[in-house]
């Protein structure tokens, strides 16, 4: 990664964070993309130093896409789209209206945002030759789970994005791929209950829930030289709770 210069959206969420001070540790330059928390982001501004720099830009707005873009004129040797956000809920429920607004905005942000994202890169022609791009998606878009029918509906459109893209960004020499955590310990997993995350832990095969750092390695990996002949694949990370239909 020495060298490197890596864009990374979502850095200043807990998985975000942790790919950041990771990438900077592996000697990548991270250029960071938050959208609103100031207070984490200038935390993180100062943990990189030198190793990156931190944006901030609203990935829903072609002004904010192309700020980001002007952040990685110098050009980019790989980027991880990891800003997403979720909300929990039933779907089909006359008592609650604000559903079509939490649709619209996980599709928005989830799915819609980091494919424009990738467009306005493209066609900036900052994506340097042999370039990795990973998604952040959920092992929810394959598992059927009540209450996540927006955000398992917007990842799953996310993983068909990411194959359509390694077909057509692949003769660029440019790779794409996802990878897939289940339930982490950060801010979106600690909104369940300590009962529902226990059982969870106790389904899981690796009887334990997922931190932010186990979301690290598999991701540097599709980053770097060793995932040289991987693309348009979708790796989850979830201690095998996919395979238990946890």
């Known amino acids: 990664m020495k060298g490197r210069r890596i864009l990374l959206t979502g850095?200043?969420?807990a998985i975000g964070?942790?790919?950041?001070?990771?990438?900077?540790?592996?000697?990548?330059?991270?250029?960071?993309?938050?959208?609103?928390s100031e207070k984490a982001a200038a935390a993180?501004?100062?943990?990189?130093?030198?190793?990156?720099?931190?944006?901030?830009?609203?990935?829903?707005?072609?002004?904010g896409r192309?700020?980001?873009?002007?952040?990685?004129?110098?050009?980019?040797?790989?980027?991880?789209?990891?800003?997403?956000?979720?909300?929990?809920?039933?779907?089909?429920?006359?008592?609650?209206?604000?559903e079509a607004a939490d649709l619209s905005a996980q599709i928005q942000t989830n799915l819609e945002s980091p494919l424009r994202l990738v467009q306005a890169l493209a066609a900036?022609?900052?994506?340097?030759?042999?370039?990795?791009?990973?998604?952040?998606?959920?092992?929810?878009?394959?598992l059927g789970v009540a209450g996540t029918v927006g955000y398992a509906a917007s990842k799953a459109g996310l993983e068909g994005a990411v194959r359509a893209l390694a077909a057509e960004l692949g003769?660029?020499?440019?790779?794409?791929?996802?990878?897939?955590?289940?339930?982490?310990l950060s801010s979106m997993g600690r909104q369940r209950s300590a009962e529902t995350l226990g059982w969870i832990a106790r389904m899981t095969p690796?009887?334990?829930?997922?931190e932010p750092q186990d979301v690290v390695g598999p991701t540097l990996f599709l980053l770097?030289?060793?995932?040289?002949?991987?693309?348009?694949?979708?790796?989850?990370?979830?201690?095998?709770?996919?395979?238990?239909?946890v």
């Open 224 to 245: 770097g030289s060793a995932a040289a002949f991987v693309t348009g694949q979708v790796i989850d990370v979830d201690g095998g709770a996919s395979i238990a239909g």
């Open 124 to 142: 900036a022609d900052v994506l340097r030759a042999g370039a990795s791009l990973v998604f952040v998606s959920s092992n929810l878009a394959r």
């Open 171 to 184: 003769p660029a020499g440019v790779r794409v791929n996802a990878i897939a955590p289940g339930l982490l």
């Open 66 to 98: 192309a700020a980001v873009v002007e952040a990685c004129e110098d050009g980019i040797d790989g980027a991880v789209l990891c800003a997403g956000i979720a909300r929990h809920g039933p779907f089909v429920d006359p008592e609650a209206p604000r």
């Open 17 to 36: 964070r942790a790919l950041a001070l990771a990438l900077g540790r592996e000697g990548a330059f991270v250029v960071g993309v938050y959208r609103s």
């Open 206 to 210: 690796l009887r334990r829930l997922g």
């Open 11 to 13: 850095a200043s969420g």
């Open 44 to 63: 993180l501004r100062l943990s990189l130093a030198r190793q990156g720099s931190v944006v901030r830009a609203d990935l829903a707005t072609e002004a």
